[in-house]
């Protein structure tokens, strides 16, 4: 079992950064590669990015490229995500997330993933 738990969301207004966290517990941190999430209401829930378990190799939505940055510390069990100009679209609520790193080629699936925090809203204003 690995818990998950992200926070950091907040009201910002568009062009302004934001940081989220996912602070990970249980079984061995480093075993799993990590992802992040979005969802709005009445929308599907939405890859937004992926680091592999080393750090080594990360995978971005077209949608947030060369905006965010997802980074992880395994000495602190805890991922991150930067989240520089943001817009309004990007307004949802983020779920971080663990999967084994045996499916990584798997990342940009939701269904991929095992284990999932509670969700952290982001909104943008304009």
């Known amino acids: 079992q690995v818990q998950v738990v992200d926070t950091g969301g907040g009201l910002v207004q568009a062009g302004d950064s934001l940081r989220l966290s996912c602070a990970a517990s249980?079984?061995?941190?480093?075993?799993?590669?990590m992802g992040w999430f979005r969802q709005s209401p009445g929308q599907e829930r939405e890859f937004v990015a992926a680091?592999?378990?080393?750090?080594?190799?990360?995978y971005y939505a077209d949608s947030v490229k060369g905006r965010f940055a997802i980074s992880r510390d395994n000495a602190k069990n805890t991922m991150y995500l930067q989240m520089n100009s943001l817009k309004p679209e990007d307004t949802a609520v983020y779920y971080c997330?663990?999967?084994?790193?045996?499916?990584?080629?798997?990342?940009?699936?939701?269904?991929?993933?095992?284990?999932w925090g509670q969700g952290t809203q982001v909104t943008v204003s304009s």
């Open positions: 997330a663990a999967v084994s790193q045996a499916n990584w080629a798997n990342v940009f699936s939701a269904g991929a993933y095992d284990y």
């Open positions: 680091i592999r378990w080393s750090g080594d190799s990360t």
């Open positions: 249980g079984r061995t941190f480093s075993l799993y590669a």
